[in-house]
């Protein structure tokens, strides 16, 4: 039989395994539960920006080039709510600085753009290696459904919102 001492040091190693076994588990929640108010901070702030623009009205017609993405009042009705999905998705292309330029761009204009158009509204040039580039990124974001290819002409490109309205 055991002796009383050595009860108490089995008991004793139990209760630490229990101990750290739970501090394990409240240090992996207290991880995963910054991760998720970061999350939330980043949608308040966005949802927040969101309310203020569509508070300040519309953007004023015949905007040209696109320059900044976050001096630029567009159509957020359109554009809110793909920016919100995306970020929630973790989709680093569509939020990145050089597609939110592009969606800018499409969002401002009154149709349906070419590549080459798309090119001088964001400020690159009109060579063809540029307009390729540029046509490889709308096609990404055709993939995505954020923006569709028209018919019956291929190669202009548009908010897929727009697109099913019609």
């Known amino acids: 039989m055991p002796s009383l001492f050595e009860a108490l040091e089995a008991r004793e190693a139990d209760a630490r395994g229990r101990a750290e076994g ?3 588990r409240i240090a992996e929640l207290s991880r995963e539960l910054a991760q998720v108010e970061e999350e939330l901070s980043r949608l308040r702030i966005t949802r927040e920006t969101v309310d203020q623009v569509l508070a300040d009205g519309p953007a004023p ?3 040209g080039r696109v320059g900044d993405v976050e001096s630029v009042v567009v159509p957020l009705s359109e554009l809110a709510p793909v920016m919100l ?3 929630e998705a973790g ?3 569509v939020t990145s600085q050089a ?3 592009i969606l800018v761009a499409i969002a401002e204009a009154a149709g349906p753009l070419r ?3 798309v090119c001088e509204a964001v400020g690159l040039g009109s060579e063809p290696r540029q307009v390729e580039g540029m046509r490889s990124k709308l096609k990404r974001l055709a993939e995505r459904q954020i923006l ?3 018919e019956p002409e291929p190669g202009r490109f ?5 697109a099913a309205a019609r």
């Open 158 to 162: 548009t908010l897929a919102s727009r």
């Open 61 to 63: 017609a015949g905007v």
């Open 85 to 87: 999905r995306a970020e």
């Open 148 to 150: 569709v290819e028209t």
């Open 115 to 117: 590549c080459k158009d």
């Open 22 to 24: 739970l501090r394990e």
């Open 91 to 93: 989709d680093t292309v």
């Open 99 to 101: 597609y939110r330029l």
